[in-house]
């Protein structure tokens, strides 16, 4: 079957969003564009209704089908529900939940009341939710009782925008005098028959939070305008058609796993499969076979586990159903590509985007020769550059090829995120000369390719996951014995970095191990196991500037026994 792109030049030369909008259908009589209706009720509406919209597999075994039409349905309940609890667009509905259906439904019935959905990852600690909750003002939570209790019911009383806590199951929880409600029961009681309300391509549909080097996280807006974003990309750069059996093993509680694992897929009218459990080699090349997955979208941590796990282990399981095989999140190692082919027959398609462009801008798609290591080249509808940032306040593009720069975007695609919620001197600091700037630095080689080289700032990404240094290093700083504290990543073989914490100690507290574990031990209940640091080391003291910032950079150099480069801004000598 030829890819649904053929011949990448002539796609790019052909395209503009504006005729592209006429794969979507739009609300019907005219009234604007709305997510839900595109990735499910146009198909549920027509001769999709009975096809299988999403296929869960639980940890215990338990498989259940959701076809189109059950998805309409049940999301038009969930609408109504928040509807009879006075939601009204525009407000924020939480969820934090682990990968069942669940969140679709909830995801797709904020967006058919017009409210905003934002979704947390199940396993941040108390503290990472309790940030999110409290900036994104939500007035509803969906969770279920044990995430309630272990990490949201001590925060309650500091987040007084949530009025309703809607639990899964049929927990009736009332722990702390906080009233819950309960989603089987609210469930029930909503009709199924709701209309979606003429929706704005520019309604606010979606906040993701991510992290920067400086602050707490900022929460990237996105409107319902990114649903043609996704359904192109997904088409385009995934390859996916209709009668796809589509598994995008990203957890919902991130960018990815909504973008690529709930709208895109589904407006392509594509089967998406969603799995419990968590990472077992085994597990996923059973999946895999059993279920014919023909599209598989995953990250390269993951694809390094698999590789770990052998290629006698893959080659137990019949994976011919495979077509199309792409990977996204951190730099995917030459390897992985050269050993994906040689094992499954079938090579990774690396490809690159994030939280900020809502949608993939560089791959390697199907009809492209693969150049493994690299990202891939920019899609139909996406122009990419390699800029310097000048002294007043521009951007330059560096046109030789090969140069170093950083990687900026020309503002134009629908999936660009539209604010930082309630942070426009962030969100303005992301634009210099007409360019979005990504923060990453990257270089083109000669035919356009795209290589990752690094992060420009010091962010984090560990298994596939952005974590801001200082949101780790404020919650070091509240233990007793910690005067100062500093993080950086550790390149890690698997993990890609590791959340690496140096801590200087308050007065006369030893740097023993006991205290070591202790500060591992904190920072794990606070932030939860992704987040928090795994190793720390103790240090005289943290080095600064002279203007007090603490310089990660010379930490990592140091840890790495590399150059330690400029140190003359440096505040105390090096030691
Ligand atoms: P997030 O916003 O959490 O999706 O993280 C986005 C960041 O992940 C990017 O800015 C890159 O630093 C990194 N990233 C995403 N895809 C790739 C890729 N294919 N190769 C290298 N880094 C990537």
Known sequence: ???????????????????????????????????????????????????????????????????????????????????????????????????????????????????????????????????????????????????????????RAALPALEHVILLGDAEDTSAGTPVLNWPQLLAAASPAFTIPPTDPETPALIHFTSGTTGMPKGALHVHAAVLAHHVTGRVALDLRAGDIFWCTADPGWVTGISYGVIAPLSNGVTCLLDEADFDARRWYQLLAA??????????????????????????????????????????????VVWSQEVYGRCFHDNWWQTETGGIMIANLAAMEVRPGSMGRPLPGIEAAIVRRTADGGAEELTAPDTVGELALRPSWPSMFRAYWGEPERYAKCFAGGYYLTGDLARRDVDGYYWFVGRADDVIKTMG?????????????????????????????????????????KGDRLPDDLLRRELLGFARTRLGAVVAPKEITFLPSIPRTRSGKIMRRLLKARELGLPEGDTSTLEEPAH
């Open 291 to 336: 279920e014919r997955v023909t599209v598989w979208y995953t990250a390269p941590t993951a694809i390094r586990m698999l590789m770990k796990a052998g290629p006698e282990l893959a080659r137990e399981y019949d994976l011919t159903a495979l077509r199309f095989l792409a990977s996204v999140g951190e730099p995917l190692n030459p390897e992985a």
């Open 465 to 505: 996951h952005l974590i801001g240094p200082f949101e780790v290093e404020s919650i070091l700083l509240e233990h007793p014995a910690v005067a100062e504290a500093a993080v950086i990543g550790k390149p890690d073989p698997v993990a890609g970095e590791l959340v690496k914490a140096f801590v200087s100690l």
């Open 1 to 155: 079957m030829p890819p649904s792109v053929v011949d990448r030049d002539s796609a790019r030369q052909g395209f503009s969003w504006a005729s592209a909008g006429s794969e979507l259908d739009g609300l019907p009589g005219g009234a604007g564009l709305n997510i839900a209706h595109e990735a499910v009720d146009r198909h549920a509406n027509g001769t999709g209704a009975g096809r299988i919209a999403l296929r869960w597999l639980g940890r215990d075994g338990t498989r259940r089908d959701f076809s189109y039409a059950e998805l309409r349905d049940l999301s038009n309940r969930f609408a109504n529900a928040l509807r009879a609890l006075g939601v009204a667009p525009g407000d924020r509905v939480v969820s934090l939940l682990g990968r069942v259906p669940e969140l679709h439904i909830a995801a797709l019935g904020t967006w058919k009341l017009g409210a905003v959905f934002c979704p947390l990852f199940s396993a941040f600690g108390p503290e990472p939710v309790k940030t999110r909750m409290e900036k994104s003002g939500a007035r509803v939570l969906v969770t279920t009782a044990t995430l309630y209790q272990r990490k949201v019911a001590a925060s």
